[in-house]
């Protein structure tokens, strides 16, 4: 399917809040306004024309050091129509926050915790905005660029047990 009347249909619905795209092997790409994501999402969703009903995937960049931005990934796919979309917003490095999508798509909740949890973006909205992968005591944000390669964390259960003291 060809993917330029998408782009199209949302570039008309919302233009101010489309701030860049680009089409690579029939996948399209649109940078989002930060407040707008929710708004966008449920238009990729409820238009029956567009019908993006699987969110396959949700995901953090650090960009912090060339842009000083944080981007979440989106990636869209319409099972019906059989096209995908992908959408990135920036979220700034000093407000790292954005709204939840998981009203929209349920599968956001586990994918918005790990980009939470990896990154320190907070979703506002989140009904259980809570570790996922690391431990509650696990300090820093593990795939961030800044993030120590040689750092330690403090001492976990796990590693009481390890040493035989518990």
Same mark, same amino acid.
């Given at each position: ?26 996948? +399209?790409?649109?940078?989002? %306004?930060?407040?707008? #994501? ?8 409820? $238009?029956?024309? =567009? ?24 990636? +869209?796919?319409?099972?019906? %129509?059989?096209?995908? #979309? ?8 000093? $407000?790292?926050? =954005? ?68």
């Amino acid at each position: 399917m060809d993917i330029e009347p998408v782009s199209t249909a949302i570039k008309t619905r919302f233009p101010e809040a489309i701030t860049g795209s680009h089409i690579f092997r029939n996948e +399209l790409t649109l940078i989002v %306004k930060k407040d707008s #994501i929710v708004d966008i999402a449920r238009f990729l969703k409820e $238009d029956e024309a =567009l019908d993006f009903d699987f969110l396959s995937d949700l995901c953090g960049v650090d960009r912090v050091a060339t842009d000083n931005v944080f981007e979440v990934v989106y990636h +869209l796919y319409s099972l019906k %129509k059989n096209h995908r #979309i992908r959408l990135k917003v920036h979220v700034p490095s000093d $407000d790292p926050c =954005l709204s939840t999508v998981t009203g929209i798509w349920k599968t956001a909740d586990w994918h918005e915790r790990e980009t939470y949890d990896m990154f320190g973006i907070a979703f506002e909205g989140h009904p259980d905005l809570r570790k996922i992968l690391t431990p509650e005591d696990f300090e820093g944000y593990p795939l961030r660029k800044d993030y120590p390669l040689d750092g330690r964390q403090p001492t976990t259960l796990r590693d009481t047990y390890r040493k035989g003291e518990a």
